[in-house]
């Protein structure tokens, strides 16, 4: 039997089979390891940290009125988007919420498009093999023994 090789394994192609539709499904993995891998958590990162920052100081700064409100949802948001939990989710909450400050403040947009951006993007994307959520939804390995 022809052997498929590819990062993280071996596979067997049988013509026809679940064995090649499988090896296909290989190609298009959510949660990618490696190079791609390490830049989600990379984009994770520089996207969670802003979020956070910007949540304390808004909290710090005044009571609790509708921006702060929106700025405390983005950073919790973004506490779930820096451990890569219910990162499509947590990615479009921060997307609404920074576009929602970018029309309450326009006179410096750039850092809610900025944020409002990896936001969707994370969203897009997904959270990468080093995060909760591959932990919790990624591929499992299942032996199916034989007769």
Excluded: N
């Excluded at 590819?6 to 596979?11: I, L, P, Q």
């Excluded at 192609?13 to 891998?37: K, N």
């Excluded at 700064?61 to 820096?82: F, Y």
């Excluded at 989710?89 to 006179?107: F, K, M, R, T, W």
Aim: hydrophobic share 55%; charged share 10%.
């Amino acid at each position: 039997m022809p052997s498929d090789s590819y990062e993280g394994g071996e596979g067997v192609l049988i013509e026809g089979s679940l064995a090649q539709e499988l090896a296909v499904q290989r190609l298009f993995g959510t949660f990618p390891h490696g190079w791609p891998g390490a830049g989600l958590v990379l984009l994770r990162v520089v996207a969670a940290i802003p979020l956070v920052q910007q949540g304390v100081a808004g909290a710090q700064a005044a009571p609790p009125h509708a921006l702060v409100i929106l700025e405390l949802v983005a950073a919790g948001a973004a506490v779930l988007l820096l451990l890569g939990l219910w990162t499509p989710i947590a990615g479009a909450v921060v997307a609404v919420a920074e576009l929602s400050l970018l029309l309450s403040h326009p006179q410096e947009p750039w850092p809610s498009i900025q944020l409002a951006m990896l936001g969707a993007a994370l969203a897009m994307l997904g959270p990468g093999r080093w995060s909760v959520d591959a932990r919790l939804f990624g591929r499992k390995h299942i032996p199916i023994p034989q007769p």
